[in-house]
């Protein structure tokens, strides 16, 4: 009996010992979708002990629009713009700027007065200058000027200017597997001639910036397309090459071509599913959530078809509305894809590539960092090593309730 006992004593201490050794857990709840009505947006700290989400600060409420939740893992930054709502007297609109490394604390800035309204944003990191600005395009089409940019130097959130040139600085850490109305990526067309990639933000094609990464030549475009620059961080330029087309008896797959920076090799990497842009980057790392395009469009780019596919476990996902979020089904039918339930990873300098199955199309790969990587799966987050970085480990269950299908974004701090 003493034996027992001292087994049962044992093992609850090394459970203790083990969550008190864990390193705390931020999550951020937040559902960006303007054309639903609002849902309130948290940061929330896991529990380990207890398996509890702990809310740590609100970032907007049922009466403000989430319209933008940007995410830069590798400059330890996430950047929120919240809007007022059509139904309600609120007009506030702000930015707010969340520091991972300290999470208690959060600057904002102000946009009441300025009679513009959000479009969109981007940030610039300035290589040879260490200076990091959070560019916002508004837009107001009964004045003149119908559209203006607006930088915000970081940290010290000090206005200035800025121009179409400054584009060819853009970070883009990529978006969230998750069909959200948030966007981090930047569209670029394409050269005949040569590997160079001219951004859109000039009516003047002469003007428009050239983008300071060129495709080499085994990856040049016998035509002007227009396609999507997915990541370009410190460590990886990733851009869109091609998509195949869609077809309801296959996922398909797209083409990336992809630079790793520290050692300047460019390669191609093939990936399931014909949709690529809900593909985020961790350090050194890709990570990604298959999806396919449902509709068909002509060559005109008009819509001839949409194929009905179910994304699998739906019968595990919501129904309804909840405080929170919307079903992921009502997301995979607005922007028509469907997501077979597979997650997958690619480290960019060893190329070593990992995949696996869910089973459930409302997944996604929340963070990387320190060899392991969390990842969601519908109300569930689960975390697993990456063993010699080519393949995963056991399995741990972190979390289950019913908040968890809101919650898209992931960092670890000690602050």
Known sequence: MKTKILIILISLLSIGLSNAQEEPLFLLVGHPFYDAEPFPSHLLRLNYSNKSLEIIRRFSTSKESLREVKYYPELRKIIIVKDGWILTENTHKVIQFLDMDNGQEMDSVSLDSLNYSYMYSWLFSFNNTNKSVFCIQLANHRLSKKSILIGIQMPSLRSLNVDPNDFIYTEISGNPGSCLLTFDGLDAYTNSRNGQ????????????????????????????????????????????????????????????????????????????????????????????????????????????????????????????????????????????????????????????????????GDSEILLIENDLVYYRVNDEIYRAPILNGQRLGKTRLLIKNEIVPDIHWAFISNN
Not at 208 to 224: A, H, S, T
Not at 247 to 272: E, F, R
Request: proline share 5%; charged share 25%; with cysteine.
């Open 197 to 360: 990639l001219r951004i859109p933000k000039t009516a003047d094609t002469l003007s428009r910036p050239v983008f300071p990464i060129q495709l080499p030549k085994e990856f040049q475009f016998q035509k002007k397309e227009r396609r999507l620059i997915i990541v370009n961080t410190k460590n990886i330029f990733a851009f869109s090459l091609y998509n195949s087309p869609t077809d309801a008896k296959n996922i398909g797959y797209s083409d990336l071509a992809i630079l790793d920076k520290s050692s300047n090799s460019w390669y191609k990497q093939k990936i399931k599913g014909n949709c690529d842009g809900m593909i985020r980057s961790f350090g050194e790392w890709i990570a990604g959530t298959v999806f396919s395009n449902n509709n068909i469009f002509d060559e005109k780019d008009r819509l001839k078809e949409k194929i009905v596919r179910l994304s699998p476990g739906k019968e595990k996902r919501r129904k309804k509305m909840t405080k929170t979020g919307m079903p992921a089904d009502y997301r995979f039918e607005y922007f028509g894809v469907y997501s077979p339930g597979i997650l997958y990873i690619l480290n960019v300098h060893t190329k070593h590539y990992i995949e696996w199955s869910t089973g459930q």
